[in-house]
Protein backbone atom coordinates (compact mmCIF):
# COMPACT_ATOMS: atom_id res chain seq x y z
CA UNK A 1 0.00 0.00 0.00
CA UNK A 2 0.82 3.75 -0.29
CA UNK A 3 0.82 5.32 3.10
CA UNK A 4 0.85 9.23 2.88
CA UNK A 5 1.31 11.54 5.70
CA UNK A 6 0.93 14.95 5.22
CA UNK A 7 0.88 18.14 7.75
CA UNK A 8 -0.72 21.24 6.13
CA UNK A 9 -0.09 24.32 8.37
CA UNK A 10 -3.73 26.70 7.82
CA UNK A 11 -3.30 30.50 7.76
CA UNK A 12 -4.51 31.35 11.31
CA UNK A 13 -7.81 33.61 10.35
CA UNK A 14 -8.51 30.31 8.05
CA UNK A 15 -8.09 27.45 10.04
CA UNK A 16 -11.63 27.40 11.67
CA UNK A 17 -12.73 26.65 7.96
CA UNK A 18 -10.18 24.31 6.77
CA UNK A 19 -11.95 20.78 7.57
CA UNK A 20 -15.00 22.24 5.84
CA UNK A 21 -13.28 23.43 3.06
CA UNK A 22 -11.75 20.07 2.36
CA UNK A 23 -15.07 17.81 2.51
CA UNK A 24 -15.95 17.65 -0.76
CA UNK A 25 -12.31 16.46 -1.74
CA UNK A 26 -12.27 14.68 1.37
CA UNK A 27 -15.80 12.60 0.42
CA UNK A 28 -14.89 12.76 -3.45
CA UNK A 29 -11.00 10.77 -2.46
CA UNK A 30 -12.49 8.20 -0.17
CA UNK A 31 -14.90 6.97 -3.25
CA UNK A 32 -12.00 6.34 -5.16
CA UNK A 33 -11.88 2.93 -5.98
CA UNK A 34 -7.83 2.25 -4.20
CA UNK A 35 -8.48 4.49 -1.61
CA UNK A 36 -7.49 2.76 1.71
CA UNK A 37 -8.40 5.60 4.31
CA UNK A 38 -8.11 9.18 4.32
CA UNK A 39 -8.49 10.66 7.86
CA UNK A 40 -7.78 14.23 9.23
CA UNK A 41 -6.82 15.29 12.55
CA UNK A 42 -6.28 18.38 13.96
CA UNK A 43 -3.16 19.26 15.91
CA UNK A 44 -3.31 19.67 19.99
CA UNK A 45 -0.48 21.36 20.42
CA UNK A 46 -0.85 23.98 17.25
CA UNK A 47 -4.54 24.85 16.28
CA UNK A 48 -3.52 25.89 12.65
CA UNK A 49 -2.28 22.34 11.86
CA UNK A 50 -3.94 19.69 10.56
CA UNK A 51 -2.80 16.04 9.54
CA UNK A 52 -4.14 14.13 6.95
CA UNK A 53 -3.48 10.25 6.88
CA UNK A 54 -4.23 8.25 3.67
CA UNK A 55 -3.39 5.50 1.82
CA UNK A 56 -3.49 3.97 -1.42
CA UNK A 57 -3.89 0.13 -2.30
CA UNK A 58 -1.25 0.22 -4.90
CA UNK A 59 1.12 3.44 -6.82
CA UNK A 60 -1.49 3.00 -9.68
CA UNK A 61 -4.02 4.02 -7.24
CA UNK A 62 -2.02 6.72 -6.05
CA UNK A 63 -1.37 8.46 -9.12
CA UNK A 64 -5.25 7.90 -10.13
CA UNK A 65 -5.83 10.35 -7.29
CA UNK A 66 -3.35 13.04 -7.66
CA UNK A 67 -5.13 13.14 -11.69
CA UNK A 68 -8.19 13.19 -10.20
CA UNK A 69 -10.12 16.62 -10.75
CA UNK A 70 -11.20 17.15 -7.12
CA UNK A 71 -7.28 16.76 -6.52
CA UNK A 72 -6.68 18.97 -9.26
CA UNK A 73 -9.52 21.32 -7.67
CA UNK A 74 -8.24 21.25 -4.42
CA UNK A 75 -4.46 22.14 -5.12
CA UNK A 76 -5.83 24.96 -7.20
CA UNK A 77 -7.35 26.81 -4.24
CA UNK A 78 -5.22 25.35 -0.93
CA UNK A 79 -2.15 27.91 -1.49
CA UNK A 80 -4.64 30.87 -0.68
CA UNK A 81 -5.67 28.92 2.53
CA UNK A 82 -2.21 27.54 3.77
CA UNK A 83 0.34 29.47 5.50
CA UNK A 84 3.48 27.38 4.64
CA UNK A 85 4.20 24.55 2.11
CA UNK A 86 2.85 20.97 3.59
CA UNK A 87 5.52 18.49 4.86
CA UNK A 88 4.57 15.18 3.50
CA UNK A 89 6.11 11.58 4.05
CA UNK A 90 5.26 9.14 1.13
CA UNK A 91 6.07 5.74 1.11
CA UNK A 92 5.33 2.01 0.15
CA UNK A 93 4.30 -0.28 3.13
CA UNK A 94 4.12 -4.27 2.98
CA UNK A 95 0.59 -4.08 4.22
CA UNK A 96 -3.02 -3.65 2.87
CA UNK A 97 -4.34 -1.27 5.70
CA UNK A 98 -4.12 -0.78 9.94
CA UNK A 99 -3.25 -3.71 12.12
CA UNK A 100 -3.78 -4.01 15.61
CA UNK A 101 -1.57 -2.63 18.25
CA UNK A 102 -0.44 -5.62 20.06
CA UNK A 103 0.71 -3.60 23.35
CA UNK A 104 -2.47 -2.17 23.84
CA UNK A 105 -5.18 -3.97 24.68
CA UNK A 106 -8.90 -2.86 26.10
CA UNK A 107 -9.30 -4.40 29.66
CA UNK A 108 -12.30 -6.35 29.98
Do not use: Y
Not at 1 to 30: C, G, Y
Not at 58 to 86: K, Y
Request: no cysteine; charged share 20%.
Amino acid sequence: MIFIAVKFTVRPERSEEWLSLVDDFTQATRQEPGNLFFEWSRSVDDPNQFVLLEAFASPEAGEAHVNSAHFQNAISWMPDVVAATPQIINTEVPSDGWSQMAEVTPNQ
